[in-house]
């Protein structure tokens, strides 16, 4: 098992740019979420899903649009970029009580 | 609506000495509560949670975490603490509903040195 994935690994976009985060899970895992972390802030929900096809907002989802399509794959979009969504961003999916988390995404904004 | 409150930001700890990190919560329902550890540049890993019942709670690594209702507290202890405990410690809690969503504390930088 690969457990949670996440592609890119570091990205640096311009202001305005969009871009796709992908999550992918092997567990069969019906939850997964969105989150990010910034320094001196803990991680902040952005998104999140309850199975296939479902998607809900978190604390923080503006500038952000998800899809799960698949149950395996959780994507986040950024339609236009901006410096303040310069942050590491982790993924996670769900079983009994457990969020096991992805190895996160860094991504800059200029 | 749940918050997560930990109050130290940072913790310098001389090797083989205790340690605990603090940790408060605030609900208006009832609550699971996790400690999660972070190594430089990687992801969340689980050290323990408390769902029920006891609540002393053992984790990994040597860790443990008491619950205190009365207190809304969960803090997180080692008796003796390795350089390889130099981490980010965050203190997580959520509802016990469908979704379980966490919400986080900002977290508290532990540095063992030696």
């Known amino acids: 098992n690969a457990g949670v994935t996440q592609t890119p690994k570091f990205r640096v976009l311009k202001t305005g740019q969009s871009m796709t985060l992908l999550c992918a899970q092997d567990m069969n895992h019906e939850y997964m979420y969105w989150y990010r972390q910034d320094p001196g802030m803990g991680l902040r929900l952005i998104h999140y899903s309850v199975g296939e096809g479902t998607t809900a907002k978190g604390e923080v989802p503006d500038g952000y649009n998800v899809s799960r399509l698949k149950k395996q794959n959780f994507l986040l979009g950024l339609e236009s970029a901006a410096p303040s969504q310069t942050s590491v961003y982790f993924c996670?999916?769900?079983?009994?009580?457990?969020?096991?988390f992805g190895p996160g995404t860094r991504l800059t904004v200029t | 609506a749940q918050s997560v409150t930990q109050l130290d930001s940072q913790v310098p700890v001389f090797e083989e000495a205790p340690v605990e990190l603090r940790c408060n919560y605030s609900s208006s329902v009832s609550v699971y509560l996790f400690w999660y550890v972070q190594y430089p540049n990687q992801g969340l890993q689980l050290l323990l949670k408390y769902l029920s019942g006891s609540t002393l709670v053992k984790g990994i690594n040597g860790f443990e975490a008491e619950f205190n209702k009365s207190q809304t507290s969960f803090h997180l202890r080692k008796p003796s603490v390795h350089i390889s405990d130099t981490a980010e410690y965050f203190c997580?809690?959520?509802?016990?509903?469908?979704?379980?969503?966490?919400?986080f504390g900002k977290g508290t930088k532990l540095t063992v040195n030696p």
């Open positions: 997580a809690v959520s509802d016990q509903g469908g979704s379980e969503k966490l919400v």
């Open positions: 996670a999916s769900k079983l009994d009580h457990e969020q096991y």
